[in-house]
């Protein structure tokens, strides 16, 4: 039996909407593929979001970082009660015992979400665990640098689905969309967030339109989503007094009018590369827009690109930014990486997240008893 604590649709935990969306869809893709019988959800008193009707669930007592130890009690006794072969949480708990399996979605800290007290159970579970899920190959190497004794076999990467009507959208609709927006010249796309990195992200695009060679500044659209709990208010972030050369767009936008924004944008600019969960990168990839992520050079090694890579990878200074936006403005170069990007996520599905995550779970049972 496989126990999955819902821990994080609790309420007032707060999880980000991406990690709720996540299990919800997986677990109602196990429901529909049939393998109610071989897991169990705990589900905490206060939660509000349901699940498939097939889904076997038992009650048990909110969680609280203050109460951990006594969760983990309460953990036990339930995988205990059940005789669990393995058993996963949906945040970061863990039973006493009983084999556990790690969902890791982030190893920086600062883009979790998570307080002190939460982020040393993170700790904990993460030193608990025999095995580990990860939403991207680049948090599975955070993961195995900063706990060197993890390796690579302990780790199954798997990708989030998208929704499968998600494409490029028709040029028609696109124009009227920009019409409505009043889009009149090309724009690439900043995703509003919290902290410094993001605001020096946010500054250094908007230097670079500076340095452009072609005198073709773009507009900036700085995107808000409904729904979201970590997006900035543009005001919060920049002081909107001073003089830009660049047009800035703060758009607030539901998720229906998302594929018509990426489809007729320059690019999108991110600062965490492949993080997964959660990943707009890939919606965008998918909707036919180039993924543009920078990196502090200070802080990481630049990765060198390959001819595959389905997006592209720099460094945060202005120049390097102004160069590629030239770049992209030529058709060939653009298309191809189109392509990389929809080859890449055209696979990616909750049905194939699910079949993933069930495999390597049971087969972690398997051989943990033997």
């Not at 869809?25 to 429901?31: K, Q, R, S």
């Not at 969902?103 to 307080?115: I, K, N, R, W």
């Not at 339109?209 to 808000?224: A, C, H, I, K, T």
């Not at 502090?296 to 630049?302: G, P, V, Y």
Request: aromatic share 8%.
């Amino acid at each position: 039996m496989i126990v999955v604590d819902g821990v994080a649709l609790q309420p007032n935990l707060e999880t980000p909407p991406s990690i709720t969306s996540f299990w919800c869809n997986v677990i109602g893709e196990w429901v529909r593929l049939g393998y109610t019988r071989d897991f169990i959800v705990l589900v905490r008193e206060s939660q509000r979001i349901g699940f498939p009707g097939d889904t076997v669930v038992a009650l048990i007592p909110d969680y609280s970082y203050e109460n951990a130890e006594s969760d983990h009690i309460g953990l036990q006794s339930a995988c205990d009660q059940v005789n669990a072969s393995i058993f996963i949480s949906t945040l970061y708990t863990y039973p006493l015992k009983t084999s556990s399996v790690a969902m890791v979605y982030s190893m920086d800290e600062v883009q979790e979400f998570l307080p002190s007290l939460a982020a040393q159970e993170k700790h904990n579970t993460i030193l608990a665990a025999s095995a580990f899920i990860c939403p991207s190959k680049r948090v599975s190497s955070d993961l195995m640098r900063k706990y060197p004794g993890i390796s690579s076999e302990d780790i199954e990467v798997i990708y989030p689905g998208l929704h499968s009507d998600l494409m490029p959208s028709p040029p028609l609709k696109v124009r009227k969309f920009r019409e409505e927006k009043d889009l009149t010249r090309p724009y690439i796309i900043f995703r509003a967030g919290t902290g410094e990195r993001r605001k020096i992200a946010l500054f250094a695009l908007l230097d670079s339109v500076s340095e452009l060679v072609s005198g073709q500044v773009p507009e900036l659209v700085y995107l808000s989503v409904d729904g979201s709990k970590v997006d900035a208010p543009l005001e919060s972030v920049m002081d909107l007094s001073k003089p830009i050369r660049s047009r800035i767009h703060n758009l607030r936008l539901c998720s229906d009018d998302l594929p018509l924004l990426y489809t007729g944008a320059v690019g999108l600019f991110e600062i965490e590369p492949e993080l997964g969960m959660g990943n707009y990168t890939f919606e965008a990839m998918r909707c036919g827009c180039p993924v543009i992520i920078l990196r502090e050079s200070e802080d990481h090694q630049l990765r060198q690109p390959t001819e595959t890579d389905p997006w592209i990878e720099i460094s945060m200074q202005p120049h390097v930014i102004s160069q590629t936006i030239d770049q992209l403005r030529d058709t060939r170069y653009r298309n191809t990486i189109l392509s990389r990007g929809l080859d890449y996520t055209k696979s990616m599905t909750w049905e194939q997240a699910a079949k993933r995550m069930w495999s390597f779970l049971k087969s972690k049972a398997r051989s943990l008893r033997s």
